[in-house]
């Protein structure tokens, strides 16, 4: 019983975590395409944006990921059995790369705090969707168990990724056709 309720907690806190990833990079986005605003504005925008960054950031996004973590381990503690399986050490190699993200995203905020803006809006729209990757990679993993097929996983998420690619490069078309 324990184990369901580290995995119920689990679930609550990857969606929060996810959430807060998600809305995060939309943010940097907003706050880099402040940079083309006019001086006052600019700043007002600016300020704001950090501040929303940082609230973000430290009051949902981070706490989130420690107890999704924490969570994750728990279940492993009272059931280590799981580390034996493939799908497991597939989706922990998912996991890894998503705390990677975090982490470079955590290095963003400090950046955009020091007035750094090293991204483009676009290359930011494209770093957002790999957080969606991850994390259809992840769900995939743990659902799919051992009826994934390895080779189909891995050409369904090249497709993913190229699509959404695709789109955001379109969205981009779109978007500069309109102004």
């Not at 969606?15 to 395409?33: C, D, K, N, P, Q």
């Not at 600019?42 to 950031?57: A, D």
Request: hydrophobic content about 55%; charged content about 10%; aromatic content about 14%.
């Amino acid at each position: 019983m324990t184990y369901l309720y580290f995995k119920a907690i689990h679930i609550i806190f990857v969606v929060s975590w996810m959430a807060g990833l998600f809305y995060s990079v939309r943010l940097f986005i907003y706050h880099t395409e402040a940079n083309t605003l006019p001086e006052v504005e600019r700043n007002i925008l600016q300020k704001q944006y950090g501040i929303m960054e940082s609230r973000l950031w430290n009051i949902i996004t981070t706490p989130a990921m420690v107890l999704s973590v924490l969570a994750g381990l728990g279940m492993l503690y009272i059931n280590p059995a799981l580390l034996q399986e493939g799908w497991m050490q597939l989706k922990l190699g998912f996991v890894v790369a998503l705390l990677l993200y975090h982490f470079i995203c955590q290095r963003m905020i400090g950046q955009f705090k020091q007035g750094i803006f090293n991204w483009s809006s676009t290359q930011l729209r494209l770093w957002n969707e790999v957080a969606t990757i991850l994390l259809v990679a992840i769900v995939f993993a743990v659902i799919l168990r051992t009826a994934l097929d390895l080779a189909y996983g891995l050409i369904g998420l090249v497709a993913l990724g190229g699509s959404i690619m695709v789109a955001v490069k379109v969205y981009k078309y779109f978007r500069e056709q309109s102004r």
